[in-house]
């Protein structure tokens, strides 16, 4: 079985520029993770779909970041401006959701540099 | 809001030895999700046990178990017979168990663990 896709794997980009990443999670995963993971620390949620609608999204900067899951299955995380303290590992992640208490299975991560 | 802690920034065991590492959390919640999760150097986070808060029974994973004592809010992780394989961070994290609301999983800081042969 195919595991949470990612890319691109690695981003480096000047302040004030925009930049995307996709996620695609596991087949037949209903809900889907963006968690941000600051250098040293443990991965924080940004925002969780559950399906194609958005379950939680009260740590995303929503000045900055936007994200969408048309159709239900990939996703698109966008910064715009970025600025430095975005410097990060973004981690997407999937699981059957649904209360299930079933693991979070996660992506290999998109490291990103603003300089 | 629920908070873990990883008081031991970094551990380290021989080869063939055993280790424990530590966790608390912090809930009024009587129902939720505790697990660990493993993260080697510049690869991705790999899940190593889970435990439902409703269970007595410790979980256990071939030479992974852990000591879940819900009173004290502990959930510590202990490797057995380690391999130079289980050199990683080691993450505890706690999630909610309320259906249809978020499944967010709240981590720690993280645990470096070196293993020496």
């Known amino acids: 079985e195919a595991g949470v896709a990612q890319s691109p794997r690695y981003k480096i980009i000047e302040k004030r520029q925009s930049v995307a990443f996709w996620c695609n999670p596991i087949?037949?995963?209903?809900?889907l993770y963006w968690y941000q993971q600051i250098l040293g620390q443990g991965p924080k949620l940004l925002i969780q779909f559950q399906n194609n609608g958005v379950v939680d999204d009260s740590q995303l900067p929503k000045d900055r970041f936007s994200a969408e899951r048309l159709k239900g299955v990939d996703s698109t995380l966008k910064i715009q401006p970025a600025k430095l303290e975005d410097s990060a590992v973004y981690l997407c992640?999937?699981?059957?959701?649904?209360?299930?208490?079933?693991?979070?299975?996660f992506g290999p991560g998109t490291r990103l540099t603003v300089t | 809001a629920q908070t873990v802690t990883q008081s031991q920034p970094e551990m380290s065991v021989q080869e063939a030895e055993t280790v424990t590492l530590s966790c608390t959390y912090d809930t009024s919640e009587s129902d939720y999700y505790l697990f660990w999760y493993k993260q080697p150097p510049s690869r991705q986070m790999i899940l190593v046990i889970r435990q439902e808060a409703y269970k007595q029974q410790n979980a256990t994973e071939n030479r992974f178990s852990v000591n879940f004592q819900k009173a004290a809010k502990s959930f510590s992780l202990k490797i057995s017979d380690s391999q130079l394989g289980d050199a990683a961070m080691y993450f505890c994290?706690?999630?909610?168990?309320?259906?249809?609301?978020?499944?967010?999983?709240?981590f720690g800081k993280g645990t470096k663990l070196t293993v020496n042969p």
């Open positions: 087949s037949g995963h209903a809900t």
């Open positions: 994290a706690y999630r909610s168990a309320g259906q249809g609301g978020s499944e967010k999983l709240v």
């Open positions: 992640a999937s699981s059957l959701g649904g209360g299930t208490g079933t693991p979070q299975y």
